[in-house]
């Protein structure tokens, strides 16, 4: 990689921390207490905190406009239309760090996929030519985790190797969100991965800081790897309030993501190693009591190499009614200046294709045009009682409503749609 990027463009995030403690009131003893053992509890071997976990997702979108393509525009996770999806197959090696850790620690993840979702999680370069179908192989995350005490009150963690990135709301773990569907944010308005390395530092109980360095948006090293030779950056910060009930994450992905050999608007050719792209998000976290939880995510994306301006706003409310029953509503605009990052991928290697600068199928990239898209939705997530090894089981229809400030939706000549949807996960 030629170049380390430009410090440009950084999100910024406030947050408070309180913390409230209640004494309990000591007891009158009838009968001599018995001596407290001065021996402190041996800590658990390295060996006893790996884990290792499996989960399967599958789903259904009824679009009762009957796309020709089979294609729900404005999604890509659940793209499909009228066609059931096996989305994802997890399988999971795991040694989290411990979050009481003052000293040095250690950990990892190691993460495979099988499915539809992998068509656009990829790294570049990695597993994403093996299957030409529908579902796919990937590799969601390989990286080592190092806890230091240095820096901050708290410490710094260190995430190095490949990993989701930080940015945004929602995640590629299907179980780490609240509904079935994606906002146009999480599909086109962030990177999904990242291949380098980043440091949380947590600077006192109210402030992290975070910055790191990777080969840009969902890429890996080298020729194949990479569709440019330049390198990226990630900066931004975080803040923890009111004991936690209300964080903020701020962050900023930044560096050159263009192919080698794309053209602007206009045909004239691209300094790909040069011209940056900027993905910036906030996300506003308030559990407002036990049962309510607001999440608001401001994303903003530009760039330069095609001027091309992109992002909006996603507004969450959850209602948790128990341990079994929760419902959540998504609210969300998110405007493509220029039709630049909205799209449909109508092959299984189409998406993947554009991003490395290579030819995709005939009509196979389909873009909205310049537009101004509007999301609803509405679901349930049901968790009921089971036993081992299925309890970790939930079910999650939704409905949801789409607008497009110009027609995009079925056969291409709609404004408006409407999808069905459910999904199952389960965890084992």
Known sequence: MASIPRLLGAASALALTAAF?????????????????????????WADTLAFT?????????????????????????????????????????????????GWDFGFKL??????????????????????????????????????PLLGSGGTDLKIGQYPTPLG??????????LYSHSYIFNFGLPFKHTGGYATVHATDLLDLYAG?????????????????????????????????????????????NARGAVDFSGKPIDVDGE????????????????????????????DGVNANGGGIAQYITYTFNDNWSLTGRGEVFNDQKGFYVAKFEQPLDFVNAERGLPTSSGGVVSGGKNTYTEVTLGVTWKPELPKPVSGF??????????????????????????????FVLQF
């Open 213 to 257: 360095v990777d080969s840009g948006t969902n890429t890996w090293i080298g020729s194949h790897g990479d569709n440019n030779d330049a390198a990226a950056g990630m900066a931004g910060f975080g803040l923890n309030m009111l004991g936690g009930n209300l964080t903020v994450l701020a962050l900023s992905h930044f560096g050159p993501e």
């Open 276 to 303: 940056f792209r900027y993905f910036n998000d906030v996300v506003v976290t308030w559990k407002a009591s036990d049962k309510v939880t607001s999440i608001t995510e401001i994303n903003f994306v530009r760039d």
């Open 169 to 178: 709301y929602e995640v590629i773990d299907a179980s780490g969100n609240p």
């Open 111 to 148: 993460q495979g996929m099988y499915g539809a979702d992998a068509r656009y999680t990829h790294f570049m370069g990695e597993f994403d030519r093996v299957i030409h179908d529908t579902n796919q192989i990937d590799l969601v995350e390989a990286n080592a985790l190092i806890h230091s």
């Open 54 to 102: 499996g989960q399967v997702e599958a789903g259904f979108t009824a679009n009762p406009l009957g796309p020709p393509d089979h294609r729900n525009f404005g999604q890509l996770f659940t793209d499909h239309a009228n066609q059931p999806v096996l989305n994802q197959i997890l399988l999971t090696a795991q040694r989290p760090l411990d979050p009481k850790a003052e």
């Open 21 to 45: 403690s209640l004494a309990a009131p000591t007891q009158a003893q009838t009968a001599p207490a018995a001596p407290a053992s001065t021996a402190p509890a041996a800590p658990a071997a």
């Open 394 to 423: 939930m079910l999650r229809p939704e409905i949801r409503y789409d607008h497009a400030s110009h027609p995009v939706f079925g056969d291409g000549s709609d404004d408006n749609q409407v999808t069905f949807a459910a999904d």
